[in-house]
């Protein structure tokens, strides 16, 4: 893999460039892609109010997601790339949402995600993000612009856990079919969350990646359980070898993502950000009422940056706050709180496969 690899497809000087790739779009409303196939609909979920004006006029701009189901969203015959995607839904499904991708006809999913964590939206409740990769516009449009190559097939599905069915479910999936260089690398993301972590372990990230890589972005929804500053904890990256100790070690947890001083600004209040490559978009407070717990949710994209591995990766956050002073001397406080990340890397297939996610219980927002 090559270092100038930036993992987010062509750059503004490529733009004026001319090559043999062609562009086709997924959607509702041509679910297969194909040149010249687009609107053809006479059947969808929006013909009766196209009753008078018939074929071509927004006939099945959606898609139901019955309960307990797995519906394919794009089934692409490759050498291609995703460039972009375009996808909503009611916010109280984002965590019963699994999106999956497959690349090159693979067993298990290279990327496996609740909906809404993949776009930053890990507690249900929408906040806009502002970033390069991800972007979360009013009034909960999710858009990824990670660079998805795929040399012989890519197959992307979303899982309603629910049993309850999604009446309306918007989507596009922009890509190029065009060769793809030997030194492109394939995009994963994997879930994990601990509701609460157990007193004085780590939260793991990432654990069990094979083969050669860079790590390119982390997100993290994260519910305090206690009073008092959260965010001491360290990051750490474990590669190519490492037991004990990291190569990469981070000084605390909002300097990982990009802030300082417990993001406080002013003094005694948590300020919120969205920048191209780092930020904390969402703070949740206590509403006096069922809103009993601080929430956050914030990302950090090694874009400019990429964590790269030769031969294996594990990444862990310490979740630490303080102790009340004894003899003028303050003191760390391992936290028990609830941690739900979300991690992205590039890497050479095969992959291995990734824990099994948990049931619909324990993936829920409460």
């Not at 006939?59 to 490759?78: K, M, N, Q, W, Y």
């Not at 003899?327 to 760390?332: L, N, Q, T, V």
Request: charged letters at 20%.
């Amino acid at each position: 893999m090559s270092d100038n690899f930036n993992g987010l497809g062509m750059s503004l000087g490529n733009l004026a460039r001319l090559s043999g790739a062609v562009t086709r779009s997924i959607s509702a409303e041509n679910p297969t892609g194909a040149k010249g196939r687009g609107g053809m609909a006479t059947e969808g979920m929006a013909a009766i109010s196209a009753r008078e004006l018939g074929q071509g006029w927004k006939v099945s701009p959606f898609i139901r997601l019955p309960g307990h189901s797995v519906t394919v969203l794009a089934d692409i015959e490759g050498p291609g790339c995703i460039q972009h995607i375009w996808i909503t839904s009611r916010k109280e499904t984002w965590r019963h949402l699994i999106l999956r991708f497959y690349w090159d006809n693979e067993e298990h999913p290279s990327i496996e995600v609740p909906f809404g964590d993949f776009f930053c939206q890990g507690w249900c409740v929408r906040s806009d993000v502002n970033s390069l990769p991800i972007s979360v516009n009013p009034a909960g449009a999710f858009n990824s612009y990670w660079e998805m190559p795929f040399r012989a097939h890519a197959h992307m599905s979303i899982e309603n856990l629910s049993p309850d069915a999604v009446e309306e479910f918007f989507y596009q999936v922009n890509y190029t079919l065009t060769e793809i260089p030997a030194d492109r690398a394939y995009l994963h993301a994997q879930w994990r969350r601990s509701n609460p972590l157990p007193y004085k372990e780590v939260h793991t990230l990432l654990d069990g990646v094979s083969g050669q890589g860079h790590y390119v972005g982390t997100y993290i929804a994260w519910g305090v359980n206690n009073n008092g500053w959260w965010g001491e904890g360290e990051i750490k990256f474990y590669m190519d070898g490492d037991d004990e100790w990291p190569t990469i070690c981070g000084t605390g947890t909002e300097d990982y993502f990009g802030g300082a001083w417990c993001f406080e600004q002013p003094d005694g209040v948590y300020a919120s950000y969205s920048t191209p490559f780092l930020g904390l978009p969402q703070i949740i407070r206590p509403d006096g009422a069922f809103r009993s717990q601080m929430r956050f949710g914030m990302y950090r994209w090694h874009v400019m940056d990429p964590i790269r591995f030769q031969q294996d990766l594990r990444v862990t956050i310490q979740a630490l706050g303080w102790r009340a002073d004894r003899e003028g001397k303050r003191r760390y406080l391992p936290l028990q709180d609830d941690i739900a990340s979300t991690s992205f890397w590039y890497q050479t297939e095969p992959h291995a496969p990734f824990p099994p996610l948990p049931d619909i219980n324990a993936l829920e927002v409460i």
